[in-house]
């Protein structure tokens, strides 16, 4: 059930981080219960969800753009380890 991204089991530390442009919007998540309430899905898959939680907040169809990433994720190595080893053939 991986989606190929990294799962939010392997993501550093407790909570999840996550930042969302273009809204701004920020948050943090207890990783516990993000997969109980999700599963241990990738973040990639957890990002898509977390924005789309976010169009209700706007009335603009362009705003509509809204791109949830993790920071903490992007400061560590996982992301770019996995990208070389989890390469679709
Ligand atoms: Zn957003």
Same mark, same amino acid.
């Given at each position: 059930?991986?989606?190929?991204?990294?799962?939010?089991?392997?993501? =550093?530390?407790?909570?999840? !981080?996550?930042?969302?442009t273009?809204? &701004? #919007?920020?948050?943090v998540?207890?990783?516990?219960?993000?997969?109980?309430?999700?599963?241990?899905?990738?973040l =990639?898959?957890?990002a898509? !969800?977390?924005?789309?939680?976010?169009? &209700? #907040?706007?009335?603009s169809?362009?705003m509509?753009?809204c791109?949830?990433?993790?920071p903490?994720?992007a400061e560590?190595?996982?992301?770019?380890?996995?990208?070389a080893?989890?390469?679709?053939?």
């Open positions: 059930m991986n989606d190929g991204g990294v799962p939010i089991s392997q993501h =550093p530390g407790e909570q999840v !981080i996550y930042a969302c273009p809204c &701004g #919007r920020r948050g998540y207890s990783k516990a219960k993000l997969i109980a309430e999700h599963g241990d899905i990738g =990639p898959r957890l898509s !969800i977390l924005s789309a939680a976010c169009d &209700g #907040r706007f009335d169809p362009q509509k753009l791109k949830a990433y993790f903490r994720l560590s190595s996982i992301a770019d380890s996995k990208n080893n989890g390469r679709e053939p």
